[in-house]
Every structure is written in structure tokens, then in C-alpha cells.
DNA sequence: GATAACTTGCTGATCAGCAAGCAAGCTGCA
DNA sequence: TGCAGCTTGCTTGCTGATCAGCAAGTTATC
């Protein structure tokens, strides 16, 4: 039940201990429902190391974003990169694009759910700190699609749109998926569930003028 | 500053100002951040108030949910039955009906909020308890559109993605829709919002076989 | 032996729940 | 009509628990 004292001493690992543990925990329970205790617990040490490590429990939260910020905004890159690089047709990598956008977030649970409750709660942070590197990573992905050039508007409602696709049943996946009868708890089911976004996205690409500002005057949106 | 001595008394009245209080509390705040005392003040009673009509913390937040889904379970059935008087063709219905969830949820920002918040942290209710509720009443649509006996399972994949783009923007309005460049600040924004999910949704049911297994391919009322 | 890596004891603050108190208004009775 | 007594709405003081932060202690490692 002690610590044990055979224990080798490790900043670094207390460190990453204590980041997997806060995240984990702040993910699952929010900012307000998880103590210290329970982080150190979690992470093998002692009620004060995290706030040794980390001076507060806000500085301790602001870092476990930091590092999943950090993490995200190398996915992008990455993935920004392969999309340039490969010269298949525009609709192929939306598609993949999606895909991608979708696996991504299915690895990253604990990522979706500490945004989420950011957004819920319209952020704690000091102002536009880690959660402007979302924000930005965004932008950029809008900007590289050049999505953001048409002053419709139209290419950006499709990009809010595809994320609301993913976002979405990895958060609902206990509640309303099982409501309306989509089941996710298998990686069989959530490929089905990634093949219907993917075409639903295309179908959308096709269906929509990308550009109509007052020209086509018969259509009937 | 201290509580008006003129103030008559009105058990009805003091209920339902802490519901109303608490309903926003818990919506902005969540449950652990907010007190007992915030939901005095803001009710215009003194702190112990909420315990004396409504027993508990716990029970306090179960009655604010029961309110909630009291009210949606009503507006469900309202629409039910307008859909099913309605004799345009399915693809109007679905039209018609997607605009007015998107409006209902829009119109009740702590309910979407109050859910959300249930879903991150795995309902705190003792068990299916007001959650199961709103469940029944997406069951209850999904039956009543005839979506649920495709084994493909295609048409609830639809369901699925109605909410999820009805859903979303309503919590991330502040945190995803501006970084990728949809505002949805004022009443044209969001209709403008509307627009392109009924859309997307529609070119989805066009460009979606729906019932693709081995049944009838043409007839699907 | 110095410094860094922890742990443990303490403190003040906050909070939920309980119980005691108080006063407004009703009910029954003269 | 008036008053006594009771119920009910609501407040306030108290208690034990929890928690974040700090400071002082302890031990490994360089």
C-alpha cells in the first residue's frame, strides 16, 4: 500500500506518469472533479508531486493540453504533407482526408474529450493559450484545402461539417449512437460508421455548387 | 444585499427559480463546479433553500434533468404528429424535419449542453434513469420513420449524422466555427448554417441506397 | 555534501448536509 | 371578528469532509 521505497528515482518518468494519469483523468472526470490525490495516485507518487512538478493544478492542466496540442498540430503537419504530396484528384483526398481525420481522432479519445469540455465550458485558460493551436490548425487546413477563399462560405460549412461527423459519435457513442441504432463498439462498426461519413462528405461535394455566390438563378436550395 | 424581508412567499415560484438556476449552472459550469450556494443566489434565496425543496445536490440536478427531458419529450411528440399528418413525400418530411430539430436544439442551448455534459462523464444518474428518456424518443423517431428495420443498418447511419450536424455547432460555436471560418454569432448565420445541413443531409438520402439488401429496391414509403 | 526528487504534516478555504430557529399564513374554535 | 396553535417556507449556524497549496522533512544521486 506504501510507496515503495525500492523505487529508483525518475523525473522524467514522474513527469510523463503524472501527464498520462492528469490526462486521463481530466478526460474522463473534468477539471473540477479530479484532485490531486487521484492524479498522484494514478501516477504511482505522492499526493504533492504533481504539484512539485507542475506548481498548480491549473499549470498541471494547461501542460496536459500543451502536450496533446503539441501532438495534434505534428499530426496535421504530417498529414498536410501527404495530401500535398500525392497527386490524385480533389474528391479522392477529401476522401482520404476524412478518413484520416476520422482514424485520428478514434485513437485519440481522451484528445476529443478534454476539448469537448473546453468548449463546454468556454475554456479556462488565461486567454487563446493552447486552444488557439487547435484553432489555428484548423485554419491552416482550411487555408491549404483553399476553403476559405469563397465568399459563400459554402467549402468552409462542408469542413465544419465533416468534423461534426467525426467529432460526434466518439463522444455519443454510449448514448445516442446506441439510441438511434448505430452501434460503435467494435472496429468493424466504427469502419462502417467511417464509410458512411466518407460518402455522405462526397455526396455533399458533388451535390453543392462549390462557388454560386447570385449566379445559377434556378436552383432551389 | 440581503434577502428582500417584503418578499412573499411562494413555494412554486422559489421551485422553480432554483430549476431555472441550477438548469443554467449546471449547463455552464457542470455539476462539481457549481455550489449550492451559486444556485441560491442566483435563484434569489438563501443557500440552504435548494436542500430544503429538493433534498440533495444530486437530486437537485436529477429534477433539472426530468424538467429537461419532460419538455423534449413533449416537443417530440408534437413533432411526431405533425410529420405524420403531413402527406408531402418522405424527402420533404425529412427536409422539414431536420430544419426543425435543428431549430429545437438551437432554441434550448442548456439542454444540449446539460446532455453533453452527461455523455462526457458517463451519466452520474443511478442508472438509465431521465438519460434513458431522451434514448426512447430517438428510438421512437427512428421506428417512426420506418429507419430501423434496414439490418444494413444505413438509414440509422443517416439518423446518426442528422444529429451529429445539428448538434455540433451548437457547442462549438465559440471554439471550431470561427477557426475554420463559419460564424454562426446572429439568426442569418445560423440559417445560413441550417441551409447547408439540410442540404448535405438530402444529397446524403439521394445519393444513399437505402434499403440495399434483398428486400424491395424501388418502394420505400 | 550539495542538490534534486520526492513525501508528509499543516492550514485556510470551500462545500454539502443537517438541525435549529423564525416568521408567514392557514385552520379551527370561541 | 379575533386569537391560538400548527404547518410550511425559508434562513442561518454548525460539522465533518475534502482539497489545493505551502513548508519542512527525508532520502537518493551526482
Redesign the interface.
Known sequence: MAANPERTRNPDRSRAAILDAAERLFA??????TSLNQVGAAAGVSRGTPGYFFGSKLELYQAVLDRSFTEVREAVREGRARALASNEDSETILAGAVSDYFDFLAARPNFV?L?????????RLPEGAS?SA???A??A??AELG??DAPS??A??????I???C???L??A?????????GLENESLME??KR??V??V???L???PLSTTSTEPSSH?
Chains 1, 2 share one sequence.
Open positions: 474522463d472526470q473534468g477539471y473540477e472533479a474529450r476539448i469537448e469540455r473546453e468548449a463546454l465550458s468556454g475554456s486552444l487547435g484553432q489555428e484548423l485554419a487546413i482550411s476553403l476559405d462560405g459554402e468552409a460549412q462542408l469542413l465544419l461539417s468534423i461534426s461527423l467529432w460526434f459519435p463522444i455519443h454510449r448514448t445516442v449512437a446506441p439510441a438511434v441504432g448505430v462502417q460508421r458512411h461519413v460518402a455522405l462526397l455526396h455533399g458533388r451535390g453543392t436550395d
